[in-house]
């Protein structure tokens, strides 16, 4: 099982940035996935998800209406569009199998830096 996380860096706020996570060793379409984050000196912050079998997605209140959750089934990969960046979205970000399950199964994650 691999998950690798990509497309972070710095951005201005206001920016965009959309990140990918390559998953290996199970199917994403199988599986409800989470990207989490964790900012510095923070814990592990549920982000959004996306529901397997229905593909419904959730976001938490803070990213809602900025950030978007998507897959692509064929090449097993996760992916978060993120608009309108804030300052406070900087933090590495982790796509994770699951949810509310403490994320044990999550890649090496991808920092992502808002700042002017």
């Known amino acids: 099982v691999q998950l690798v996380e990509s497309g972070g860096g710095l951005v201005q706020p206001g920016g965009s940035l959309k990140l990918s996570c390559a998953v290996t060793?199970?199917?994403?379409?199988?599986?409800?996935m989470s990207w989490v984050r964790q900012a510095p000196g923070k814990g592990l912050e549920w982000v959004s998800a996306?529901?397997?079998?229905?593909?419904?997605?959730y976001y938490d209140d803070s990213v809602k209406g900025r950030f978007t959750i998507s897959a692509d089934k064929a090449s097993n990969t996760l992916f978060l569009q993120m608009n309108s960046l804030k300052p406070e979205d900087t933090a590495v970000y982790y796509c994770?199998?699951?949810?509310?399950?403490?994320?044990?199964?999550r890649g090496q994650g991808t920092q992502v830096t808002v700042s002017s």
């Open positions: 060793g199970f199917s994403i379409e199988l599986n409800t």
């Open positions: 996306i529901i397997a079998g229905n593909n419904h997605m």
């Open positions: 994770a199998k699951g949810i509310y399950n403490g994320y044990r199964t």
